[in-house]
C-alpha cells in the first residue's frame, strides 16, 4: 500500500486500507469486554472481512446473549470467561503476555479501565517508548490520510513524550504501509518560535532533534499554524518553503485538549472517519468510540493489523 492510499476519489483512503489489511494474514486479536451490539459487531464485521481472529473476553454470558440478540454467530470465537470489564482487562493483558494474542481491542468497556491495566507498571504492556494514540483520519476534502497525534492519551506531554509521540506515528506510518518518509507537521496557533507561545519552542526543538538523529524515519516541520501545515496557498501566502508545509500527513498537536478538539472538528464539520490505535505497548491497541461509524472500526483493525504484521516480519529471531 504506497501513498497513493490517499487519493479522494473512490475508492476511499479506508476502502484501500481495509482490502491490504485483508491480504495478511489474520491475527490473534484479544477483544476486551464486547458486552454490547456495537463493540461486538466491530470485532465480528472484521474477523467476517478475514482482518482478525478474535478471542472475546468478558462475562461469557453476557457476550452470548448480546451477540443473540445482534444476530451474530459467535460459535467459532474462543470465548475467556471473566467477572466484570476491570476483570476483563486484566486478563486481556495477561493473553497477551501468554502469547495468545498479538493485538487487544477495546469493547464496551472505558477507555481508561483499559489503559490502567496496559499502562500498568506491574503486569502492563509497557515498553521503553512513551504509550501514545494516533487518529488515522479519511478526510474526504484532503488527498492524503491524515494522521492526528495525540488526541487520547497524553494530556500534557512534555518535549521527551512528544519525541516518542512523534516516532510512534512514523512508525506506524511507515510500517503500516502508508509510505517512507512521512511530512510531520508539529503545530501550534502561530509558524514563528515566540517564547509567549511554549508550544512553539517545542516545536523548534523537535525539528532540532530530528536533525540530530533524535527522531528519525520522518521529515518533520514547526512551529505550522494549522492553516499553513495542510493548505499550500495558505503556506505560501505566509512565505513558508519547506517539504512539508501544505501537505502534512501527520499533525502532532500541543496538547490533547487541542488535539481532541481537532480531531472532531474533522469528523462533525468536514465529515471524517477516525480509526483509532494505540501505539508503544507490547502490541497495538485498537481504540474505538461508541461514535465511530462501522467502516471506521474496521479501519482501526485493518490499520492495527497491518502494522502488526509488519513488526512481527521484522521481529528478531531467536536461535535454538
Do not use: W
Not at 512514523?170 to 508550544?199: H, M, N
Not at 469528523?267 to 474505538?288: E, H
Amino acid at each position: 500500500m504506497s501513498a497513493d492510499i490517499g487519493q479522494s476519489q473512490p475508492p476511499s483512503k479506508y476502502d484501500r486500507l481495509i482490502a491490504a489489511a485483508k491480504v495478511v494474514p489474520p491475527l490473534p486479536t484479544v477483544v476486551v469486554h464486547p458486552c454490547d451490539e456495537t463493540s461486538l459487531r466491530g470485532a465480528f464485521d472484521s474477523a467476517q472481512a478475514g482482518i482478525i481472529r478474535p478471542i472475546l473476553v468478558g462475562p461469557e454470558a453476557k457476550v452470548r446473549d448480546t451477540a443473540a440478540r445482534s444476530g451474530l454467530d459467535i460459535s467459532g470465537f474462543e470465548i475467556v470467561n471473566a467477572a466484570h470489564s476491570e476483570d476483563a482487562a486484566a486478563k486481556g493483558v495477561e493473553l497477551i503476555h501468554a502469547a495468545k494474542g498479538e493485538m487487544l481491542m477495546k469493547g464496551s468497556l472505558h477507555t481508561d479501565e483499559l489503559m490502567r491495566a496496559v499502562t500498568a507498571k506491574s503486569g502492563g504492556l509497557r515498553t521503553n517508548r512513551r504509550i501514545s494514540h494516533v487518529f488515522v483520519m479519511d478526510v474526504p476534502a484532503y488527498a492524503e490520510t491524515l494522521f492526528v497525534t495525540d488526541a487520547a492519551i497524553n494530556i500534557f506531554p512534555d518535549l521527551d513524550a512528544k519525541r516518542d509521540i512523534i516516532q510512534n506515528a512514523i512508525d506506524l506510518y511507515s510500517q503500516a504501509g502508508f509510505g517512507k518518509a512521512p511530512r510531520v507537521a508539529i503545530l501550534s496557533a502561530v509558524e514563528t518560535v515566540t517564547s509567549k507561545i511554549p508550544s512553539t519552542i517545542e516545536a523548534a526543538a523537535l525539528c532540532k532533534m530530528a536533525d540530530r538523529g533524535q527522531i528519525t524515519g520522518g521529515v518533520l516541520d514547526g512551529p505550522l499554524a494549522f492553516d499553513n501545515a495542510i493548505d499550500p496557498e495558505a503556506a505560501r501566502i505566509k512565505g513558508i518553503k519547506s517539504e512539508v508545509a501544505g501537505r502534512a500527513q501527520i499533525l502532532v498537536v500541543p496538547d490533547l485538549e487541542a488535539g481532541n478538539m481537532l480531531a472532531k472538528n474533522l469528523a462533525y464539520f468536514a465529515k471524517a472517519d477516525g480509526a483509532g490505535i494505540v501505539l508503544g505497548a507490547r502490541v497495538p491497541v485498537v481504540l474505538t468510540s461508541r461514535a465511530d461509524t462501522p467502516r471506521a472500526r474496521m479501519a482501526s483493525c485493518a490499520v492495527a493489523s497491518l502494522y502488526a504484521n509488519a513488526r512481527r516480519q521484522h521481529a528478531p529471531t531467536v536461535a535454538a
